[in-house]
C-alpha cells in the first residue's frame, strides 16, 4: 500500500474555462499511474468523505476554501494549490485580503505558480507560511495556448468559422457591474435614492475607496463596449460581431443589443481558445484573454476609450500592454480595418515578450502539466488501512455538518452556491464526451495508456489508467 499512487482530486468551477486545461492534468498524470476524479467543485466538495486519501488540487486559498480545507485535512487529505486568478491580478494588498486567507493557506502543502510574477507576489505575502514550496510550473490553462495542442481545438476552430465567417471577438469582463446575480457585483442594488450601497460578493477583500473607484470606471467601460458593438457591425458589413460573455455574467444586455442587430452573436460556448484561434481579432478591456490572445497570435486590441490609470495600469496592466490600444471608436475601427487586410498583426516586441515570459511559465520545454506532475510524484504520500470505527463516526459527523453549512450557504443572498449559478458555471459533461477529449489529449501526447471513465454523477467522473499498450 505505501508505493501506491494516491488519487487526484481536480475541482471545476467554471467548467468552459477550466475543464479542458484540468482534464489535460489528468490525462499527463494517468500517463505516470495517477487515477483522478475531476467534476463540479461544490460536488466534489460535499462528497469528500467519499473518497480515501487523495491530492486535492485546490484552485484558491480564499476564506471561503478554509471550512472545507479543515474537513478535508482531517480526512486525511492532502492539499495542494494554485490560483485561477493569479495570472492578472489586483495590487498586492487588496490581492492579498481577497484572494488569501491566513487561516486557509496554512493547510495548503505547496503551491503552483503561474510564473515568477505570482511567484514573487506570493513571497511578499505576510501571512506566508514558513517553508512552503512554490513550484513555478506554469498553469494548465496555458498549456492550452501552446501550439502543440492548438489542434486539439481544430474541429471547433472550423465549425465557428463555417459558422461566422471572418469574425470580429468581442471578450467582456463586467462580472463586477454585470454579474449573473445582481448581489454578485461590487455593490447590491440600492432599494431608495440617498441610501448607501452595501457591498456585494465581488467588493470581498477591498476597501470602500477602491471597490467604488473599480466599480464606476467599468461601469463606464461597460456602457462603453455596449456602444460600439451596433457600431462595429455597421462599419464592418463583411463581418460579423461575436460576443462573447464573462462565465459570470449576465448576458441579457448582450442578447438585448443583437435582438436589434443583424450580423451581431452572443455566446459563452466552450473555453475560449478555440473562438482566439478561429477569429481575425479580439476586443477587450483589461481580459486575460488579452494575455491569451498574444501567446496564441491573435491581434487583440483593448479599447479604453474610458481612462482610470489606478485600474488600467494596476489590475489590468498585463493585459492592456501586450495588446494593442485604442482610445476612440475612429482609432479602433482603422486598426482593425488594417488587422482584417493583414496589413497589422499581434503586438509585438521585446518588451511585451519579456513581460509575458515573467508571468507565463512553461511556454516551451515540457507542458506545465507535466512538471505539476512530476512536482505530485515527489510527495511523500503513505496510504493509511483501515479506519476505526470512532475515526468513521466522526468522519461521518463532519461530513453531515459540512453538508448543513453548504446547503444553508446556498440558500443566502450573493452565494456561489446557489443550485442555479452552479448549474450555469458547471452544466456536466457525459462520460463518452469526456473519453473522446481525453483520446484526442493521449493523441497530440503520443500517449498509449489505456483509460477507464466512469461516471460517478452527473457532474463528477473519475480516470483511471489501465496497462499500457506496446
Known amino acids: 500500500m505505501a508505493n501506491r499512487k494516491p488519487l487526484l482530486l481536480i475541482p471545476v468551477e467554471n467548467q468552459v474555462r477550466e475543464l479542458d486545461p484540468k482534464l489535460l492534468l489528468a490525462c499527463v498524470a494517468a500517463e505516470r499511474g495517477f487515477s483522478s476524479v475531476i467534476g463540479s467543485r461544490r460536488e466534489m466538495e460535499f462528497n469528500i468523505d467519499a473518497f480515501p486519501r487523495s491530492i486535492y488540487l485546490s484552485k484558491s486559498m480564499t476564506i471561503r476554501s478554509l471550512l472545507f480545507f479543515q474537513v478535508a485535512l482531517y480526512f486525511d487529505i492532502e492539499i495542494v494549490t494554485w490560483d485561477e486568478e493569479a495570472l492578472v491580478h489586483l495590487p498586492p494588498e487588496t490581492y492579498f485580503s481577497r484572494r488569501l486567507d491566513p487561516r486557509s493557506i496554512k493547510h495548503v502543502s505547496r503551491l503552483f505558480a503561474w510564473g515568477e510574477d505570482n511567484a514573487q507576489l506570493w513571497r511578499q505575502y505576510p501571512h506566508l507560511p514558513d517553508g512552503i514550496p512554490i513550484h513555478v510550473t506554469g498553469n494548465p490553462r496555458s498549456d492550452m495556448l501552446r501550439s502543440e495542442l492548438r489542434q486539439f481545438y481544430q474541429k471547433e476552430v472550423d465549425g465557428f468559422q463555417e459558422r461566422y465567417g471572418d469574425f470580429i471577438l468581442i471578450n467582456t469582463n463586467f462580472n463586477h457591474v454585470n454579474a449573473f446575480g ?257 483520446l484526442q489529449f493521449q493523441q497530440l501526447l503520443g500517449n498509449n495508456r489505456e483509460l477507464k471513465v466512469e461516471q460517478l454523477s452527473k457532474v463528477m467522473l473519475k480516470l483511471t489508467p489501465l496497462t499500457k499498450s506496446g
Not at 429 to 434: C, G, M, N
Open 182 to 438: 445582481p448581489d454578485m457585483n461590487l455593490f447590491k442594488p440600492v432599494k431608495g435614492s440617498g441610501q448607501k450601497a452595501k457591498y456585494g460578493r465581488a467588493a470581498r477583500g477591498m476597501s470602500r475607496e477602491y471597490a467604488e473607484g473599480l466599480r464606476d470606471h467599468k461601469q463606464a467601460v461597460f456602457k462603453d463596449f455596449q456602444r460600439i458593438i451596433p457600431r462595429l457591425e455597421e462599419a464592418f458589413p463583411e463581418n460579423t460581431i461575436v460576443v462573447r460573455p464573462h462565465p459570470t455574467e449576465n448576458h441579457q444586455v448582450y442578447r438585448n443589443i443583437a435582438d436589434r442587430c443583424q450580423r451581431v452573436h452572443v455566446t459563452n460556448k466552450g473555453n475560449v481558445v478555440p473562438w482566439l484561434i478561429a477569429t481575425k481579432a479580439l476586443i477587450h478591456n483589461g481580459c486575460t484573454t488579452g494575455v491569451e490572445a498574444y501567446v496564441t497570435g491573435t491581434p487583440a486590441i483593448s479599447y479604453r476609450a474610458s481612462i482610470n490609470e489606478t485600474y488600467d495600469n494596476g489590475f489590468y496592466r498585463l493585459p492592456n500592454l501586450v495588446s494593442h490600444q485604442c482610445f476612440t471608436f475612429e482609432e479602433l475601427r482603422d486598426l482593425l480595418r488594417q488587422i482584417l487586410k493583414g496589413e497589422v498583426g499581434v503586438a509585438d516586441g521585446d518588451e511585451r515578450e519579456g513581460l509575458v515570459d515573467l508571468h507565463l511559465a512553461a511556454k516551451t520545454g515540457p507542458l506545465a502539466c507535466e512538471r505539476m506532475v512530476d512536482v505530485l510524484e515527489k510527495i511523500n504520500f503513505k496510504m493509511s488501512g483501515e479506519r476505526s470505527i470512532s475515526k468513521r463516526t466522526q468522519r461521518w459527523l463532519i461530513t453531515r455538518g459540512l453538508h448543513l453549512a453548504k446547503n444553508i450557504k446556498s440558500k443566502l443572498p450573493g452565494s456561489h452556491n446557489r443550485p442555479e449559478f452552479q448549474r450555469h458555471r458547471y452544466p456536466g459533461i457525459s462520460a463518452e464526451a469526456l473519453h473522446e477529449k481525453l
